[in-house]
C-alpha cells in the first residue's frame, strides 16, 4: 500500500523505515498505535497460506506484525492467523479458537480477553447481553480500536454463532467497536468453516460483483476468483 493510504501504526512504520530504523523497533519508536488491530486485520492471509499448519501460520503473521505492532498488536495477529489455518481442516469454530490460544502466551491479557469471550458467548442466550459486558470490561480502559477487545468481539462472536457465516459476521458487526475490520474477520474464519464459496447465502456475494476495490498498484478491479487462485498457489509454494 502506498505510505499515504495507510494510517495509525501502520504509517507510523512506514515513516519509520524511511528514517532508517529497523525492524521491531519500527513497531516501538514513536507508536502510540502498537497494540491496535492493524496486524491482525493483515493477518488472514498467513492462515490462507499455511492451511493445517497453525504454528507456522502464527510464526508467518509474528514476523509481518513485529513491524509495525507489539505485545497484544502482535498476539492477537498470531492467534487470528492460527485459527484460519485450523479453520481449513475442520468445521469447528470451537476447536479453531483453542488452537489460536495454543500460539500466544496464556498469561497475556489478551488470552484472558479471548477466554472471558468464550465464557461470556456459552453463558448468555441473548448477544446483546454478551456485548454488554463486553463493552463493561473493555470500553473504560482501551481505545476502539485497541486489539484486545476487538479480538474478543470476534471470539465471542464466533462462538456465540457456532461458526455460522450470517449469524457469525451480524454479531460482531452489531458489537460495535471496529466493525468493518471484526465483520472481514469473521467473515474470513466464517467462510472457511462453510466449507466452499456455493455455501454463503447468495446476499453476501452477489452484491460484491467479482470485483476488488483496492489501492494496491494492479490490483484494482481484480476478481475474488482470481485472488483466490493466486492465494492458492502461494500456498502451495514449497
Excluded at 467462510?191 to 456475494?205: E, N, S
Aim: charged share 20%; hydrophobic share 40%.
Amino acid at each position: 500500500l502506498p505510505a499515504g493510504r495507510t494510517f495509525t501504526a501502520e504509517r507510523i512504520a512506514y515513516r519509520n523505515l524511511l528514517q532508517g530504523l529497523e525492524p521491531p523497533r519500527t513497531a516501538r519508536h514513536r507508536n502510540p498505535f502498537r497494540e491496535w488491530i492493524g496486524a491482525l486485520i493483515r493477518a488472514d492471509v498467513h492462515g490462507w497460506t499455511n492451511p493445517g499448519d497453525p504454528a507456522a501460520a502464527a510464526e508467518q503473521a509474528h514476523r509481518d506484525a513485529t513491524l509495525t505492532h507489539t505485545a497484544n498488536g502482535v498476539y492477537a495477529a498470531m492467534f487470528t492467523a492460527a485459527v484460519i489455518a485450523r479453520a481449513t481442516t475442520t468445521p469447528d469454530i470451537h476447536t479453531c479458537l483453542r488452537t489460536g490460544l495454543t500460539v500466544i502466551p496464556p498469561n497475556s491479557r489478551l488470552a484472558r480477553a479471548i477466554t472471558h469471550a468464550v465464557r461470556l458467548a456459552e453463558r448468555h442466550e441473548d448477544f446483546d447481553e454478551v456485548v454488554d459486558e463486553l463493552h463493561a470490561t473493555h470500553a473504560a480502559t482501551h481505545h476502539w480500536v485497541h486489539s484486545i477487545p476487538n479480538t474478543a468481539l470476534i471470539t465471542a462472536a464466533l462462538t456465540h454463532a457456532n461458526g455460522d457465516f450470517t449469524g457469525s459476521v451480524c454479531r460482531a458487526v452489531s458489537g460495535g467497536w471496529d466493525t468493518d475490520s471484526n465483520g472481514a474477520t469473521t467473515g474470513s474464519i466464517a467462510a472457511l468453516l462453510a466449507g466452499a464459496p456455493d455455501h454463503l447465502p447468495d446476499r453476501w456475494t452477489t452484491p460484491l460483483k467479482n470485483r476488488l476495490a483496492t489501492s494496491v498498484a494492479d490490483f484494482n478491479g481484480t476478481g475474488f476468483d482470481t485472488l483466490a487462485h493466486l492465494t492458492h498457489r502461494e500456498a502451495a509454494r514449497p
